[in-house]
């Protein structure tokens, strides 16, 4: 994730890039009584990932990876163990941290966020019966004047957010926590309140911290935008991955409120962030290619197959970038064009492969 930052923190912000890992419900980072070669899931990867985070938004920058780097220096070619590692924290994290953090290595639950809204008031709660969070999850307002104030919601407990028209909410602040794989119990109440402010949430939008952008532009059935909103509101976006997200977002929620008298005004303002996509990087499986359906009544046709006359001219060096090409995947074609397009593009790719 690191070596995509420049992408996915545009702004440089320090996030912790926890929103980008993948995870399974199921999944443990150790899984009881399974043959090694089952282990190849999400629990080693993307959960072992999101526990590596918690322990470094716990201990700080600068002590994570001088623990890392003494570690990697002790252990140099000899073997190490999941034991190892996690006692190298042990003097950063304490006693019961460690203890929080061997329960996390067996957990296969998701944690999951309670909902209920009282009058201006929203009551959060987290559940977290496999003990896979060893912090809280904190909530942060943002007020107008740019000043952020945090509250934490440890696991079992609940707190109350009022409503302010001088600020907006926001989850999970330094971007520890993968939120997309919660359970949110009552996520429309959770939108209707984040999003209450439209005039708020505009003004605000641009200094919000990346995830969290990502996260509110999600609740798209909470927002009431015009076409006119989309340029400044994608502009003032800090990471690829939220261009993305806000791409799907708008084109969804424009396929459900465009109609006669203002289609060609919301098809002019996404053809204008289609023709220069985001950072589409390969390990992006999360943007399933039926995600992107809902553009494609936007997509200007010609420019569409103009797009993909470029590729057959010269399959074998295209005048388009792999980014360009992977973001031009994910819109349907005639058969003809497919085969003309994608199957010279294949055969150039089998050719070169040797195969």
Known sequence: MEANRKYLDRNQSGRLLGSRFWLTEGDAI???NIFPDAEY???????????????????GEKLFWRTLSQFL?????????????????????GNDLIAKVKKALVAQKMPEITVAQ??????????DPDGAMIRPLFVGELRKQGEVTLKALP????????KNPESVFFLDPQDENPLYYFHIKNKAVLGQFLISDQAAMKELFAILPPNAQEFVLSLEENWNLEPEDIASLYSNIHSDSARIRAIQRICHFASKHADEKNSGRWKNAI????????????YANWIAKNELASCQTFLDADWLLMQHEVIQRNPAQPALSQNEILFLAHFDS??????????????EGIGKSGR
């Open 30 to 32: 150790q899984p009881p």
């Open 41 to 59: 899931t999400s629990g080693p990867y993307g959960r072992a990932a999101w526990l590596l985070t918690q322990i470094r938004a716990q201990v």
């Open 73 to 93: 220096q002790t252990h140099a070619y000899g073997y190490m163990g999941t034991d190892d590692f996690i006692e190298a924290f042990r003097p950063s994290l």
């Open 118 to 127: 009282i009058g201006n008031t929203l009551e959060l709660g987290l559940e």
């Open 155 to 162: 696991a079992g407990q609940k707190i109350s957010l009022v």
């Open 271 to 282: 053809q204008q962030l289609l023709v220069k996509p985001p950072y589409f990087p390969l």
């Open 334 to 347: 005639t058969p003809s064009d497919t085969l003309a397009t994608w199957g010279r593009l294949a055969l």
